[in-house]
Structure formats: structure tokens, C-alpha cells
């Protein structure tokens, strides 16, 4: 009987029912989008630094990273080779030659990353042949030729086919400069690498720095990022003395943000659902108090204190339920379609790129979290009805049938 009550009782003032089912339903969608969005450009960010800066793992000599010198190259590069060449889990590899160089135009010089490639297993891991903007993509052939990022261009006063001068130290400990030409110029999500690195074949570096085919970093993509532990550990397996990193230890910025995740969601969610309190607790308040003579007579004619209470928090589940339903697959259907095409933020691009974006970002959420968010607002809602419900409770009868 009390739910019967209860039911009809949200339906006597629809516009004030409406208000409540209303709230909660934006309330849930604009909550439930903001996560998506932000889920969307954590992996947005993620898969961009994966494809075009670290691949899923790196090899490196242990005090490569720390130190940064020619000397420190990878040891047993050969039983490396062979252990991702027999992986299934792999898909490509690339090594590289790292070395840290001064880069000098007629006009202005600028610190950069020289890194020597083998063009054709560097587009593999990293589709950087897909990402020139003029002019060409390096081939073997290619001798004394460069590619540099566009913002390092537009910095050195550069363009196609302009003369640069790299100056590096060789293994030997001397400085060494060669001039190379720009064959090609390429663009990144990322503008720190647009603006610090430099891309040259390989054999050009490996004579000219005397490194003799040794070289500084293996650049590994796997087929299945769940793979990543697993071909991680069995590098390490073979005891070759090197490094063995995956992305998430290389870019600890970007696991804290994925490990973060579900905090941000409880600050956001928990904002909202604070204000969606307020509201219910403003609102069904009202509610009380307009229906105080109402009220009265029920408990005049034997409703007890426990049917009133219990009938108000009714009330207030069904109509949080009720914007549940409607503000869940509201929230569902919009990141569906956003998420089709995705939401395109170039014309935030340069800020974006600071901090490696890109500018399309997919709106995505787990399933779980869609339940996660409504269990809270119907558990919210609840709360929110006691003080009204206990309001309620102190509705003196005989005073509140007197009442006009």
C-alpha cells in the first residue's frame, strides 16, 4: 500500500516530480560524459605516445637513460634479436642510434636528439612516414639527409632541402659535425618532439660516431598491449645485463594518470551528487511541508510514524530511480555517437600538444562504471530524504488537520 501511495503521491504535482527526475538525470549525464571525455583523452594520449614516442617496451643499457652517453650501448644485441624475432606477441622493432647534438642553422642553433634509424622498421613501430608534411620520407639510399619536426623547422628558420650542421661527440670522446640536408618534415602529437628530435639514417651515424653497429635503444611494439608484462619478463629472462622498460615505467606521468582514474571519478561524481543532495533535500522539504495538512490527516486516521517515513524515502527512491533511468542511457547513447567520430579539438591543437594530445579524442566508459554512478545516486537520494522524512515525523496531528 505505501508503495501504491507513493507512486501516486510523485504524480499529484508532476512539475515539482519533474524538477527532482530531471535534476538527476542531467546531473548523471553531464557526470558520466565528463568521465568518458576524460577517459577518451587519457587513452588518446596514451595510444599517441605509444605509436609515435615509446612503443610498448625499450631496451637500453642501464645507465643509458641516467647518464645519456654514446659509450653506454646495449650488450648482446644478437640473443635479443633472436628472442623478438622468435615472438609471436611482437610485431615490429626498431633500433636506434641515440645521440645528443647541436643542431645550427645560418640563423639560430638549437639542442636536439639525433637519433639514427633503419627507415623502413622505424615507420613500422612509429608510422613516421605518415606524418611528413613536405617533402620525403628518409630511404636507404638517402646520404646526408635528415628529418626534422616542423615546430625545430619553423624555430631554425628552416625548409626543404636547407642545410643543417649537427655537431655530437663520437664514442672516442670528440666532437664531430656533419651537414645534412632536410629531405623531410614531420609533424607529432606531441610538440616537445616536433622541437627535439631529428631523425637520420642510421650506417651515416653509426661511421660517424664509430659506434660499429652497436646501438642505443629497441624500440618494441606488441600486437596486444596485455601483452606487456609478459614480453617484458622474458627479456628479462635472458640476463643480457640490459634495461628492460615498458612504457608505463618510461612514462610515469601517464600510469599515474591511468592508476588516478577512478579517483577523479569519485571527485567528480561526488561533486555533482553533492548539489543533486542539496536539491532533493531542498525539494522534497517543500513537498513536506505543502502536504502538512495532508499529512496530518493520515496519521490522524492511524498511519504511523514508520509508514510516513518509509513512504517519504519511497517517494524519493522512485523519482531518483526514474532519473536514473532516463539520465544512464541518455549518458550511454551520447558517448556512443560522439565516440563514432569522435569530438574534434583542433582548434585547441597547440595546447593540446604541449602536453601530447591529440586533437580527436573518442569518449569512452566501462560498463561498470555506468552502475558504479547510479548505485551512488540512488544511495545519495536516500540520504538526502531523511531529513525531510524525519520533518515529517514531528507533524503534530491534531494541529497539522487545522491547518488551512
Known amino acids: 500500500m505505501i508503495i501504491s501511495i507513493a507512486w501516486r503521491n510523485i504524480w499529484r504535482n508532476p512539475m515539482r516530480s519533474l524538477v527532482i527526475i530531471g535534476s538527476v538525470m542531467i546531473g548523471l549525464w553531464a557526470g558520466i560524459f565528463i568521465l568518458a571525455f576524460f577517459r577518451g583523452m ?14 610498448h617496451v625499450q631496451v637500453h643499457h642501464p645507465r643509458f637513460r641516467e647518464m645519456d652517453e654514446t659509450e653506454f650501448t646495449i650488450s648482446k644485441l644478437p640473443a635479443l634479436q633472436i628472442a623478438l624475432e622468435n615472438d609471436k606477441r611482437v610485431t615490429a622493432v626498431s633500433q636506434r642510434m641515440i645521440l645528443t647534438s647541436m643542431a645550427s642553422s645560418p640563423y639560430t642553433s638549437s639542442g636536439v636528439s639525433l637519433m639514427g634509424i633503419e627507415p623502413l622498421k622505424e615507420n613500422a613501430v612509429t608510422g613516421l612516414s605518415k ?9 636507404g639510399q ?24 649537427l655537431t655530437f661527440q663520437n664514442t672516442k670522446g670528440e666532437l664531430t659535425a656533419a651537414a645534412f640536408r632536410i629531405r623531410g618534415i614531420y609533424s607529432a602529437a606531441n610538440s616537445t618532439l616536433e622541437e627535439n628530435l631529428v631523425y637520420v639514417n642510421r650506417q651515416e651515424i653509426d661511421t660517424l660516431a664509430f659506434l660499429n653497429g652497436q646501438i642505443h635503444e629497441l624500440a618494441i611494439l606488441l600486437t596486444n598491449n596485455n601483452d606487456l ?15 628492460i622498460e615498458t612504457w608505463k615505467e618510461l612514462s610515469p606521468e601517464l600510469r599515474l594518470m591511468i592508476d588516478s582514474f577512478g579517483q577523479y571519478m569519485l571527485i567528480i561524481i561526488g561533486v555533482i551528487l553533492v548539489a543533486l543532495v542539496f536539491g532533493i533535500i531542498n525539494t522534497m522539504l517543500m513537498a ?40 544512464l542511457p541518455l549518458a550511454r547513447l551520447t558517448i556512443f555517437l560522439s565516440s563514432r567520430n569522435g569530438i574534434n579539438l583542433s582548434k585547441y591543437s597547440e595546447g593540446l600538444a604541449m602536453y601530447g594530445y591529440g586533437t580527436r579524442v573518442y569518449p569512452q566508459l566501462e560498463s561498470i562504471y555506468y552502475w558504479e554512478v547510479g548505485a551512488l545516486a540512488l544511495i545519495a537520494g536516500l540520504i538526502a530524504a531523511i531529513y525531510p522524512a524525519l520533518k515529517a515525523l514531528q507533524l503534530n496531528p491534531s494541529v497539522a488537520i487545522r491547518k488551512i
Open 42 to 55: 587519457t587513452n588518446e594520449q596514451i595510444n599517441t605516445t605509444i605509436s609515435q614516442q615509446l612503443s
Open 131 to 139: 606524418r611528413i608534411k613536405e617533402g620525403k620520407y628518409l630511404d
Open 142 to 165: 638517402s646520404a646526408s639527409q635528415l628529418l626534422m619536426g616542423n615546430k625545430l623547422a619553423v624555430k631554425l628558420h628552416l625548409k626543404i632541402n636547407s642545410k643543417v650542421i
Open 229 to 243: 608484462e609478459p614480453v617484458s619478463q622474458s627479456l628479462k629472462d635472458l640476463k643480457t645485463g640490459n634495461k
Open 288 to 327: 513536506v511541508l505543502e502536504r502538512y495538512r495532508e499529512l496530518g490527516v493520515l496519521m490522524a486516521i492511524g498511519l504511523n510514524k514508520r509508514k510516513v517515513f518509509t513512504m517519504i524515502m519511497t517517494e524519493t527512491f522512485f523519482m531518483t530511480g526514474l532519473g536514473c533511468a532516463s539520465g
